[in-house]
């Protein structure tokens, strides 16, 4: 129903708005325009058209590109898994220790375990 409903606003807006255009531009020099007011209406219903098609138009492209998105999506978190990595190094020596480790085997600061480093 809002498919349908939306696609009549949009193009009754496009009439709307294609005529009051095709009316300004075949004017006489010093003659009134008689639909000045037909932009003012067509532009909201176009807009208000569109907005009850977004849903529609969004659910096309994610069945469209949905399986592109996915690999998408699954490649940058195999980047992020290999950009954290297994060790993280010493903010005081800057050795490199387990990420499992709560202390430097190094120098023995404490590692802090929010900080990727």
């Keep these: 129903m809002s498919k349908t409903f939306g696609v009549g606003m949009m ?13 300004f531009f075949t004017l006489d020099m010093w003659e009134i325009p008689r639909f000045s ?19 529609h138009i969004q659910r096309y492209w994610l069945k469209r590109n949905g399986d592109i998105i996915r690999d998408s999506m699954k490649l940058m978190g195999q980047g992020l898994q290999e950009g954290l990595g297994e060790e993280i190094h010493c903010p005081k020596c ?17 590692l802090q375990k929010g900080e990727y480093q």
């Excluded at 193009?11 to 009316?23: T, Y």
């Excluded at 007011?37 to 569109?50: K, R, S």
């Design 11 to 23: 193009a009754v807006g496009i009439i709307c708005l294609v005529s009051s255009m095709f009316e």
């Design 37 to 55: 007011w037909l932009p003012f209406v067509g532009m909201p219903l176009i807009f208000f058209g569109f907005v009850l098609l977004g849903p």
């Design 94 to 110: 800057n050795s490199t220790n387990k990420r499992s480790a709560n202390f430097c085997a190094h120098c023995g600061t404490p």
